[in-house]
């Protein structure tokens, strides 16, 4: 018998945010299971960014695995660079069939001393660009009646519900999680609207907190490996599986890493949010 057929053969996948942490991980995975993987985020080379990670880096590691993949540097934030992007990953690599929006920006600051620009260009990255890239890779999804959008969210996405209130929240969360169940209501809205072309368009966020570069800069977490912690491949199958599963399955799940892994029958059992506690509302809808 031969080799079981790769879930991503002859696919072409745009990762955002791809230079560390969540992004590097799916588009590691990806092109281990056959896709050709268009690479984005802002850092192209090791040095460059005070966190650890890199376009280039990812990419050798993508190839030294014999997979293909191209780097794109550019910043989501505005319309003219993702029309850039996605030009230069079809010029590269053919038409986009699978889009993962997870590039990410934040700053945890509170409401009453954050500075509006860093507002405005958090909530560009966060809510914006995955509105623009979505809009410059539809016209190709709907023309072949197939695609899959694969949005990454937060579980800061739950809000701290109604007062009052007995504990502190998390300082600063606030921005973070409004453009976290802002992306959720634009995955279930979007997926309405394309089911009919034959488009899945999904959301996932860490069942449990992953420790990524950007987690741990922002010392959410002590350590990576902290009991209280998943590790990253977790998102990544769960992206995969969003990916790669039939549209009747999947579309407009808003979901969580080991809920959907655990649902699916990928991993025994799970643990976290989806699974242990409730998800946002729009997980439950």
């Not at 050798?60 to 996605?86: H, K, L, M, N, Q």
């Not at 959410?220 to 912690?229: E, G, K, M, T």
Request: aromatic content about 6%; overall charge neutral; some cysteine.
């Amino acid at each position: 018998m031969g080799a079981p057929m790769k879930k991503l053969a002859g696919k072409v996948a745009l990762v955002t945010g791809a230079s560390r942490g969540i992004g590097k991980e799916i588009a590691r995975l990806f092109a281990s299971e056959g896709a050709r993987v268009a690479c984005t985020a802002r850092t192209l080379d090791e040095g460059t960014h005070p966190l650890e990670g890199s376009l280039s880096t990812t990419i050798a590691e993508i190839a030294a695995a014999g997979g293909e993949a191209v780097p794109i540097a550019g910043d989501v934030s505005t319309f003219e660079e993702c029309e850039r992007i996605v030009r230069e990953a079809r010029g590269a690599l053919g038409p986009i069939d699978v889009l993962v929006n997870n590039a990410a920006l934040t700053y945890f600051i509170p409401v009453a001393e954050f500075p509006p620009a860093k507002w405005l260009k958090s909530f560009a990255v966060n809510v914006h660009g995955p509105f623009f890239m979505t809009r410059l890779v539809l016209d190709e999804m709907r023309a072949r009646k197939s695609g899959a959008i694969v949005n990454i969210s937060s579980g800061a996405a739950i809000g701290p519900g109604r007062g009052p209130y007995k504990t502190a929240p998390l300082r600063g969360g606030t921005l973070y999680g409004a453009e976290k169940a802002a992306l959720e209501r634009f995955t279930q809205g979007l997926a309405a609207e394309v089911q009919a072309d034959g488009i899945s368009v999904t959301c996932v966020s860490p069942s449990q907190v992953v420790g990524t570069p950007g987690v741990l800069f922002h010392k959410l977490i002590p350590r990576a490996d902290v009991p209280q912690a998943e590790p990253v491949e977790l998102m990544a199958k769960a992206a995969l599986l969003l990916a790669t599963e039939p549209l009747e399955r999947v579309t407009g799940r808003v979901t969580y890493s080991q809920q959907i892994l655990q649902e699916f029958g990928w991993i025994e059992k799970g643990r976290g949010l989806g699974v242990d506690v409730p998800g946002s509302g729009y997980a439950q809808i």
